[in-house]
Antibody, heavy 121, light 108 residues
Framework: EVLLVESGGGLVPPGRSLRLSCAAS????????MHWVRQAPGKGLEWVSG????????GYADSVKGRFTISRDNANNSLYLQMNSLRGDDTALYYC??????????????WGQGTTVTVSS | EIVLTQSPATLSLSPGERATLSCRAS??????LAWYQQKPGQAPRLLIY???NRATGIPARFSGSGSGTDFTLTISSLEPEDFAVYYC??????????FGGGTKVEIK
């Protein structure tokens, strides 16, 4: 069974940083792209970033480009999202999502349960 | 960026009825469209990928159709567990991978 467990969320003041982690199991992690998708309270889904199996292909939403950095550690089956210069509109539930193929443009399938990030003073 | 517009925003139906949800893209996405279901307090679940392919374990009452700019998710006969929010998402033009705003299927 594919399992994705996010961690690292919390309450942080505007302008500060936070690093999210996702521990993956139940599949061959380095065969698949991975994604972060967020959902603001009471709102819809927003794709944040995706990374190819070998980290060679990476994409970001315009809303986070230059502030967030996605990375992965295939040896430890882990995905990360470094979030800098956080703003109030970054407040959301952040999901780790498994890709359907090796590159992020193949889309997504299995989702974790999410970790909550709240940006507030 | 490709914009996906879902309609209606809310669909009020009774169990056993047929549900038809629409997703329209601002430009062609070929068949590179997926549908997800999200229940309250839960993560989204992939239902359909590449417009018409059911994901693993998805019941046959869910079907997807369309190509280019117009897509439809059909639930042939609503079960109580199908009342949820449904999102479409394109992977044709990236980044970003974009989602529609969602359609809520509620009990009438």
């Amino acid at each position: 069974e594919v399992l994705l467990v996010e961690s690292g969320g919390g309450l942080v003041p505007p302008g500060r940083s936070l690093r999210l982690s996702c521990a993956a199991s139940g599949f061959t992690f380095d065969d698949y792209a991975m994604h972060w998708v967020r959902q603001a309270p009471g709102k819809g889904l927003e794709w944040v970033s995706g990374i190819a199996w070998n980290s060679a292909g990476i994409g970001y939403a315009d809303s986070v480009k230059g502030r967030f950095t996605i990375s992965r550690d295939n040896a430890n089956n882990s995905l990360y999202l470094q979030m800098n210069s956080l703003r109030g509109d970054d407040t959301a539930l952040y999901y780790c999502v498994k890709g359907r193929g090796a590159y992020y443009y193949f889309g997504m399938d299995v989702w974790g349960q999410g970790t909550t990030v709240t940006v507030s003073s | 960026e490709i914009v996906l517009t879902q309609s209606p925003a809310t669909l009020s139906l009774s169990p056993g009825e047929r549900a038809t949800l629409s997703c329209r893209a601002s430009q062609s996405v070929s068949s590179h469209l997926a549908w997800y279901q999200q229940k309250p307090g839960q993560a989204p679940r992939l239902l359909i990928y590449d417009a018409s392919n059911r994901a693993t374990g998805i019941p046959a009452r869910f079907s997807g159709s369309g190509s280019g700019t117009d897509f439809t998710l059909t639930i042939s006969s609503l079960e109580p567990e199908d009342f949820a929010v449904y999102y479409c998402q394109q992977r044709y033009n990236w980044p970003p991978l974009t989602f529609g705003g969602g359609t809520k299927v509620e009990i009438k």
